[in-house]
């Protein structure tokens, strides 16, 4: 082939690769920046939004507060688990919480049984909370893989809630002794 002829294949090969760049930066741009748990603290750096919760089936949502006897912190919102099916499943399978700020657990009775990871590929920490709201005791959960024998955690007294979050998410909340859970019908 001759310089001239080749000239336009040239030029199209240039102008497929531009194209093909531009494409390739459009679908990348609509990735998520972090696809992981939020920050344990809640906050966002400056100027990003928090993630968009997206509704986990077979889940409600519920808002809920953290707080002192005196005042609550600001409105969170969580996956609840309150069936049968729901309690038993948790975060099962999960690689994160879809935007929430965690998962409560709610049982009509007071109760001492305790959680396991099995089948739950993330690290999580966990709050215990009595039918007033009152913290009962926190511990740390290791992932377990689909098998038999996963270590259980339990409470360091009987608890009506439970709270799972990413591990570091309960300093981010501020739970420590003292602090007290306050839930609300659905998320604002």
């Known amino acids: 082939m001759t310089t ?10 240039a102008g497929v690769l531009v194209l093909a760049l531009l494409a390739f930066l459009a679908v990348g741009a609509n990735s998520p920046a972090d696809p992981s748990l939020a920050p344990p603290d809640g906050t966002e ?25 005196d005042q609550v912190a600001a409105e969170r919102c969580a996956l609840l688990a309150e069936t049968g099916v729901q309690l038993q499943r948790g975060l099962m399978g999960r690689r994160d919480l879809s935007g929430y700020d965690g998962m409560i657990f709610r049982f009509g009775f007071d109760t001492t049984s305790p959680f396991y990871m099995r089948n739950v590929p993330i690290p999580l920490e966990i709050a215990w909370f009595g039918s007033d ?25 009987p608890y009506r809630y439970a709270l799972e979050v990413g ?11 003292g602090t007290v859970l306050v839930l609300r019908d659905g998320c604002g």
């Open 133 to 157: 709201g009152a913290l009962v005791s926190t511990a740390e959960m290791a992932p377990c893989p689909d098998l038999d024998g996963c270590p259980t955690y339990g409470p360091a007294a």
């Open 167 to 177: 591990t570091g998410g309960l300093e981010g909340l501020g739970v420590d002794a």
């Open 4 to 13: 001239r002829r080749l000239r336009p294949v040239l030029w199209a090969a």
């Open 45 to 69: 750096p400056a100027g990003e939004a928090r993630p968009t919760r997206v509704p986990v089936e077979g889940f409600g949502e519920i808002g809920f507060g953290l707080g002192g006897t």
